[in-house]
Nanobody, 118 residues
């Protein structure tokens, strides 16, 4: 099994910054993609950013959020700056990869709440 452990989110004032982290562990041979999604109350789970050999961002966060991987490559970060109240959501880490049995895996984190006050 593959486990994802996300850092705690938090309450941030509008214009503030927050960094989320997600560590993948367990039966991992290789990781193909790591990313962050978010779901606001009453909304769907939407892509925020992904990182493979390239990075991809939702238009609403481009220029404000930065996704990166740690030196171990099993960690992904989401640096969020210039936060807005509309960034309030539960943020989920997502990882695609191959396990040691050479089977694909597709795993979600438990989600972490980010609240931006106006």
């Amino acid at each position: 099994q593959v486990q994802l452990v996300e850092s705690e989110g938090g309450l941030v004032q509008s214009g503030g910054s927050l960094t989320l982290s997600c560590i993948a562990s367990g039966n991992i041979f290789s990781i193909n993609s790591m990313g962050w999604y978010r779901q606001a109350p009453g909304g769907e789970r939407d892509l925020v950013a992904t990182i493979t050999t390239n990075t991809n961002y939702a238009g609403s966060v481009k220029g404000r959020f930065t996704i990166s991987r740690g030196d171990t490559k099993n960690t992904v970060y989401l640096q969020m700056t210039s936060l807005k109240p509309e960034d309030t959501a539960v943020y989920y880490c997502h990882v695609l990869g191959v396990n040691n049995d050479f089977k694909n895996f597709d795993v979600w984190g438990q989600g972490t709440q980010v609240t931006v006050s106006s």
